[in-house]
């Protein structure tokens, strides 16, 4: 958002003016000229080589000790990583001396003061000066480059119309005036003081200089109204001579000086500059000759001939059975174990090892172990011509030579040496050749038994002895199969019925029949009746209407063509039309396959029709796709004049470049409001504002609006592409200017509400604060509260912490802080229940407006128990210790501010 305009006084203000004429830009904190130190490998002290026997510190011969080494050496030895403090070594004494430079630790700030230098933490910070006034409706401000205090006066903390004086000790009335001239104060840095005969006199708009550069000194010349931007070249100063002199660019900023070259020509050595001092230094490092390959020795760094190289590295570990070697890959030397070198070729003593640590290790024997738990398992070592192999051996416990079956034998079995492969089969009901078969080669197996008749009468017979038949015996005991079985002139008797005979039975109400089944007893009743259609069961089979196609009243899927539906029973047991259940979409389609397409809707897509838009032009419209109805009423060519699109391209009166340019040709707002888009580009610049913006000559548009009815009306253009202005006129064209605002619709829009008169004409002027852009326009009667609008409809009760958004800009004024501001901005209001004392913070950090913030307890009237205005500038923040009962929060605007608000509550 873009800051509220500064605001100076007329001539009874004068000396407290002369301090506004400057500039308004704020100058950020100046570079710290003091980086911190950078860890050289040049830092701290160099042990100095052994030199004998005797452990002196020294290169004296052995014997001779002159005492403990000196601190230093060179000036490089007496880094103390203190930034102000110069370091140097004395070299008579080898002591190091650590001199304090308060110039160093002077932030280049004049608002502060008495920054010193301590040896032993550094930098301590200088005094401000707060250049506080004492008065309440003056912004303090201390000149970082001059030290000098500022006190503007702020009328925004002023309820209007008085206007901040701070000769008279804070806010005051206006002196009366008639003409400009009794307003003007001879400065025209603050702008044209005017003179408004009911109020008095009016500041003027003042000259804003800021070139955005930091290190330039903004100012304006009162007598010329001129801005004068002067370098200071001492502000660009960061401390430090190794980068050069630093100058101020008044185009660009500040620019960088032309650094020291320590450079020495010796590629392994670090060269620095001491920031303190600008001298050069070098120090030798080791790494920048490494080359990583651990193989070649370790390089080092010599202050006069640069890289010396390494003596590579000796990798015998003694043990003979391994491969030594340094690997380059890793940068280490290796020993790789050889176990051929170990390895006596027996596989029955195991397989010989080499340890890296220990050399070659004997082995273990092998475990010989075929899986079978019925094998013998051993190792051979005569086996594989005398290097040895395992053998396995299966067990032959009846020494037929044969070994078990079952342990990857083929003796079937191994307990009896009579029975194995290829003996001879004898008659004893045994499978002596161990084929699977016993008695194969005899007529019968020896006490097997078959079936035999004697007669009509069935018998047995068995085999015996020698495996021959026996002769054929007739059973005794009768079987159920219908027939006389023992020969006694009667069938299937001890049985509840003969095999195969019938009689009658009934199953509920249904007669039928039955007959003996096997095992002679009764079986199922088979019912006679024969089933109709009539949904009942007529045979008493449990299933209804069986033989018919449906039962009545029964429903099924169906389909007509590419349609899914349904049909049902009817009475006749028959299935009757299937009823497609699709539902017509808008696609061109026949969805429920009925032969018509989008029936459903208001026309079928794509199809077209005359029409009459609302400006009373005619043209064609056409069915849209997606949503079947009559899309826009097209008439070809833009109608100049009238308001609407009458081409269906999203602007009106595009191409009319006269149209809404002025007041001889305005455009038209429909008498009940309504929703318009245009440009400001290429429009002259005809009217500006006079209660409100900046700048002059901006592009505008002009519109004429004769409500239909009286009442409050909100104009705003909310959703526009650039920084908008908006002022409403009284008749003629441009009469009276009623309303002007800026900012109020958020982001940089604008949004006015105003009481008009029903059948009046008043003219709208679309304008811009500095620049021309798309603009949206929106013309629409208020005609209700909205929640959240007053005290009786508040957006709810807050009983915790969280996040609340919304938009003020669609709401009313109702409700004027007492402690903090005032104005007219609408005000949305929030509920805050507590159940106990809490500690509760509200912030509105996040909003895009100037925002108001106050907490009412019991009603929204009630009394105030916190207010804010810019604690945030320009947002508002309070942090309040509430005991239980009810709250009201209103977020509120300064003056008529209105937009976005995001607010956030913490309870604590």
């Known amino acids: 958002m873009r800051a509220h305009p500064l605001v100076v006084c007329c001539p009874w203000l004068v000396l407290l003016a002369a301090g506004l004429a400057c500039s308004t830009a704020q100058n950020p904190p100046l570079p710290d000229a003091n980086p911190p130190d950078i860890p050289d490998p040049g830092d701290g002290d160099v042990p100095n080589p052994p030199d004998g026997a005797d452990g002196d510190a020294d290169a004296d011969p052995d014997g001779t000790d002159d005492g403990p080494p000196p601190e230093c050496t060179s000036d490089l030895d007496c880094n103390d990583l203190i930034d102000c403090t110069s370091d140097s070594c004395d070299p008579a004494t080898g002591t190091c001396i650590?001199?304090?430079?308060?110039?160093?630790?002077?932030?280049?700030?004049?608002?502060?003061?008495?920054?010193?230098?301590?040896?032993?933490?550094g930098c301590v910070a200088g005094t401000p000066n707060l250049c506080d006034d004492g008065i309440d409706c003056t912004n303090d401000r201390c000149d970082p480059f001059t030290g000098e205090c500022s006190h503007t006066p702020d009328h925004r903390r002023c309820t209007e119309p008085q206007l901040c004086d701070p000769d008279a000790g804070g806010c005051v009335d206006p002196p009366p005036c008639t003409t400009a001239a009794d307003c003007d104060d001879g400065d025209l840095c603050n702008g044209a003081e005017v003179c408004d005969p009911v109020i008095g006199c009016r500041p003027g708009t003042p000259v804003v200089c800021r070139d955005e550069v930091d290190c330039t000194r903004d100012s304006c010349n009162p007598l010329t109204g001129s801005c004068v931007f002067a370098p200071d070249h001492a502000s660009c100063d960061n401390g430090n001579p190794c980068d050069g002199t630093e100058t101020c660019d008044p185009a660009s900023g500040c620019a960088r000086g032309t650094a020291i070259d320590c450079g020495d020509g010796i590629d392994c050595t670090v060269d620095s500059c001491d920031p303190t001092s600008g001298r050069c230094s070098h120090a030798a490092d080791d790494d920048r000759?490494?080359?990583?390959?651990?193989?070649?020795?370790?390089?080092?760094?010599?202050?006069?001939?640069?890289?010396?190289?390494?003596?590579?590295?000796?990798?015998?570990d003694g043990i003979a059975c391994t491969t030594d070697r340094c690997d380059a890959a890793r940068d280490e030397c290796a020993h790789a174990p050889d176990d051929a070198r170990c390895d006596d070729g027996q596989l029955c003593n195991g397989t010989e090892t080499c340890s890296a640590a220990a050399g070659c290790v004997t082995g273990s024997p092998p475990t010989c172990d075929d899986g079978l738990a019925c094998t013998t398992d051993t190792c051979d070592p005569a086996a594989a011509g005398g290097t040895g192999a395992c053998v396995s051996a299966s067990p032959d416990r009846d020494l037929d030579t044969h070994p078990d079956v079952e342990c990857t034998g083929d003796d079937c079995n191994d307990g009896d040496p009579t029975i194995y492969p290829g003996a001879t089969e004898l008659c004893n009901a045994r499978d002596d050749n161990c084929d699977g078969s016993p008695d194969e080669t005899f007529a019968c197996v020896l006490g097997a038994a078959q079936g035999c008749t004697l007669g009509s009468c069935s018998g047995s017979q068995t085999c015996q002895p020698g495996c021959t038949w026996t002769a054929c015996t007739v059973a005794t005991v009768e079987t159920c199969n219908g027939v006389d079985d023992n020969c006694n002139g009667v069938a299937d008797e001890g049985f509840a019925c003969v095999y195969g005979t019938t009689r009658g039975c009934a199953v509920g109400a249904c007669a039928g029949s039955q007959t003996c089944v096997p095992g002679c007893t009764w079986g199922t009743c088979t019912v006679t009746a024969v089933e109709v259609c009539n949904g009942v069961d007529d045979d008493c089979d449990g299933t209804t209407d069986e033989g018919f196609s449906c039962i009545p009243g029964r429903t099924q899927p169906c389909a007509v063509g590419a349609c899914a539906g349904s049909q049902t029973c009817s009475a006749s047991c028959m299935w009757g039309t299937c009823v497609v259940t699709a539902v017509e979409a808008c696609n061109g389609l026949d969805d429920d396959c009925d032969g018509a397409t989008d029936e459903t809707f208001a026309c079928r897509m794509g199809a077209t029709q005359g029409c009459t838009n609302a400006c009373g032009v005619g043209g064609a419209q056409t069915c849209q796709s997606g949503s079947c109805t009559w899309g826009c009423c097209n008439a070809g060519t833009e109608v100049c004049g009238n308001t609407c699109d009458d081409d269906c391209d999203g602007s009106v009166n595009e191409g009319c470049t006269a149209s809404g340019d002025n007041c001889a040709s305005p455009l038209v707002v429909s008498p009940a409001g309504g929703t318009y888009t245009g440009t400001t580009v290429g429009m002259a610049g005809d009217y500006d504002?006079?209660?409100?913006?900046?700048?002059?000559?901006?592009?505008?548009?002009?519109?004429?609006?004769?409500?239909?009815?009286?009442?409050?009306?909100?104009?705003?253009?909310?959703?526009?592409?650039?920084?908008t202005l908006l002022h409403l006129h009284a008749s003629p064209c441009l009469g009276t200017e009623l309303a002007c605002d800026d900012d109020s619709g958020g982001s940089l829009t604008s949004r006015i509400s105003y009481s008009l008169s029903a059948g009046v004409t008043y003219y709208i002027v679309v304008d811009g604060y500095s620049t021309s852009g798309t603009y949206t326009l929106h013309v629409?009667?208020?005609?209700?509260?909205?929640?959240?609008?007053?005290?009786?409809?508040?957006?709810?009760?807050?009983?915790?912490?969280?996040?609340?958004?919304?938009?003020?800009?669609?709401?009313?004024?109702?409700?004027?802080?007492?402690t903090c501001s005032s104005g007219s901005a609408p005000d949305v209001v929030y509920g805050l229940s507590l159940s106990t004392a809490r500690e509760v913070e509200i912030d509105l950090y996040y909003s895009d407006y100037d925002t108001v913030l106050y907490v009412r307890s019991d009603s929204c009237t009630g009394s105030e128990v916190g207010c804010d205005d810019d604690y945030w500038y320009p947002q508002s923040y309070l942090d309040l210790y509430l005991g239980a009962g009810t709250y009201y929060i209103i977020i509120d605007g300064w003056s008529t501010s209105c937009g976005y608000y995001e607010m956030d509550v913490y309870f604590w």
């Open 98 to 121: 650590h001199t304090p430079v308060d110039a160093v630790c002077d932030d280049g700030n004049a608002c502060t003061t008495g920054e010193v230098c301590d040896p032993a933490s």
């Open 289 to 316: 000759c490494n080359d990583s390959v651990f193989c070649n020795g370790v390089e080092r760094c010599d202050l006069t001939v640069g890289c010396v190289a390494g003596t590579a590295p000796s990798c015998s």
């Open 689 to 723: 504002p006079s209660g409100c913006g900046y700048y002059t000559g901006v592009p505008d548009v002009v519109y004429s609006f004769t409500p239909s009815s009286g009442g409050t009306w909100q104009i705003d253009t909310i959703g526009s592409g650039y920084d």
């Open 780 to 818: 629409s009667r208020i005609t209700a509260v909205a929640p959240g609008d007053t005290c009786a409809t508040s957006s709810g009760f807050i009983t915790g912490s969280g996040t609340w958004t919304g938009n003020t800009c669609s709401y009313y004024h109702d409700y004027t802080p007492s």
